[in-house]
Nanobody
Framework: VQLQASGGGLVQAGGSLRLSCKSS????????MGWYRQAPGDQRELVAR???????VYADSVKGRFTISRDNAKRTIYLQMNSLKSEDTGVYYC????????WGQGTQVTVSS
């Protein structure tokens, strides 16, 4: 499976970014995907994913600010990030949230305070 994340960049605190991730996996696998991030010196953490029954699950640190969505036909998931904080800085990756595939390169998000 190939995962191509994009949309990162440098943004000021309080700003917004929208990340995209295109997957080469079968369409139904979109339902189990999620977004991860890895801050410098930290382990990779899951910040948002699709749950059962069409629900979405978020880490407490991003709840109310980030929104995960998908376009099944395009096999693409998105992460709308609003009210960004400096602690949101890191490399963002998409992957299957149940059984990880090979990690893609991710996309760098840098939030300046």
């Amino acid at each position: 499976v190939q995962l191509q994340a994009s949309g990162g960049g440098l943004v000021q605190a309080g700003g917004s970014l929208r990340l995209s991730c295109k997957s080469s996996a079968i369409m139904s696998s979109i339902w189990t995907m999620g977004w991860y991030r890895q801050a410098p010196g930290d382990q990779r953490e899951l910040v948002a994913r699709f749950g059962g029954g069409g629900t979405t699950v978020y880490a407490d640190s991003v709840k109310g600010r980030f929104t995960i969505s998908r376009d099944n036909a395009k096999r693409t998931i998105y992460l709308q990030m609003n009210s960004l904080k400096s602690e949101d800085t890191g490399v963002y990756y998409c992957n299957n949230a149940i059984t990880n595939w090979r990690w893609g390169q991710g996309t760098q998000v840098t939030v300046s305070s």
